[in-house]
């Protein structure tokens, strides 16, 4: 049995493999597992991503979805699958996956990818789905291009909070409310891009994790007494959500592993995960996130599985980096 060494992670973690998956999800499970040295595993969620995608390049879709950047997600495990076995059908489904993002998807005049087929919207959500595997694949401008159209559309700063969805069409913001959780992935997908294995110019670097820094912080001020965060942000009156600390916490431990953030910020990454680990039940869910499959009310749901063990990989490696001095 695959093991992560850590008897609550091992729960979350078979959970987590009894659960069915939407594609980002899918692709998460894939970064989870490399991120927690698992590579043998990652190839067969690989694998099955390679099988569900569609003509058109999108990875792990089923016939009829239409998300067009979720799929994206999954790149990053293809291409570990591509690298480690040899195999050229993997290449050639990175390479489709790619192709799809950087020519084809639905896009505004400005390049900044739509969420969806069918509505021309721009979602929190796609920085995660999208900038790490650009970044990743040698595609910096592209990356830094999404996050600044992004950014452009739905970053408030007044308040550094992102809302949730901007319609393109409109002209004006379709869900204005600050969702905890978009702005997670806003903020994890900017940490996942600046990995060391991702090339960027140094100054550009510098500029988004100065602007990581800076939404940590703004997300921090709604936190609540139980070390969580209301579901929308600034609405205390919505549920008590354990994901948002999830991708905090993974955002904050994968900056100081990664020399951006100071080492002041270990400890706080720590205690989110902590805050979100008292949610796990006995059979190894994360309980009280906004939950699958429409993120409306609190439940459970595999991409919160999978950030719990992110999370679990990144507090690692920030007290490695911080015992090498």
Do not use: K
């Amino acid at each position: 049995m695959w093991t992560t060494g850590d008897a609550t992670a091992d729960r979350v973690l078979l959970a987590l493999l009894t659960m069915q998956r939407e594609s980002w999800e899918q692709g998460i499970t894939g970064q989870a597992l490399l991120d927690l040295g698992l590579p043998e595993a990652a190839v067969l969620v690989a694998d099955a991503a390679v099988t569900r995608r569609r003509p058109d390049g999108r990875l792990g879709e089923w016939a009829g979805s239409v998300g067009a950047v979720n799929g994206a997600a999954c790149g990053e495990v293809v291409r570990h699958a591509a690298v480690a076995t040899g195999d050229p059908r993997y290449a050639a489904a990175l390479d489709a996956q790619l192709d799809w993002l950087a020519r084809r998807a639905p896009r505004a005049a400005d390049g900044t990818l739509f969420h969806l087929l069918d509505g021309r919207q721009v979602w929190a959500d796609t920085v995660y789905m999208t900038v790490p595997l650009l970044a990743l694949t040698g595609h910096t401008e592209l990356a830094a291009a999404q996050v600044t159209g992004h950014r452009r559309r739905l970053h408030d700063p007044r308040t550094g909070l992102y809302a949730a969805r901007w319609d393109e069409d409109r002209g004006e913001l379709d869900r204005p409310e600050p969702w905890g959780t978009g702005n997670g992935w806003v903020v994890a997908g900017i940490a996942r891009a600046l990995r060391p294995a991702a090339v960027w110019p140094a100054g550009l670097r510098a500029e988004l994790a100065g602007h990581a820094e800076e939404m940590l912080t703004a997300c921090l001020a709604y936190r609540t007494d139980d070390g969580l965060f209301p579901d929308v942000l600034d609405d205390p009156g919505t549920f008590r959500e354990a994901n948002t600390a999830q991708l905090l916490g993974y955002a904050a431990l994968t900056g100081v592993a990664d020399g951006w953030l100071s080492r002041s910020w270990l400890d706080v990454g720590a205690d989110l995960l902590a805050a979100a680990a008292r949610r796990v039940d006995g059979p190894g869910r994360v309980t009280g996130v906004s939950g699958a499959p429409d993120f409306a009310a609190p439940g459970t749901s595999p991409e919160a599985q999978a950030c719990h063990l992110l999370g679990h990989a990144a507090l690692r490696r920030a007290r490695d980096a911080v015992s090498a001095g």
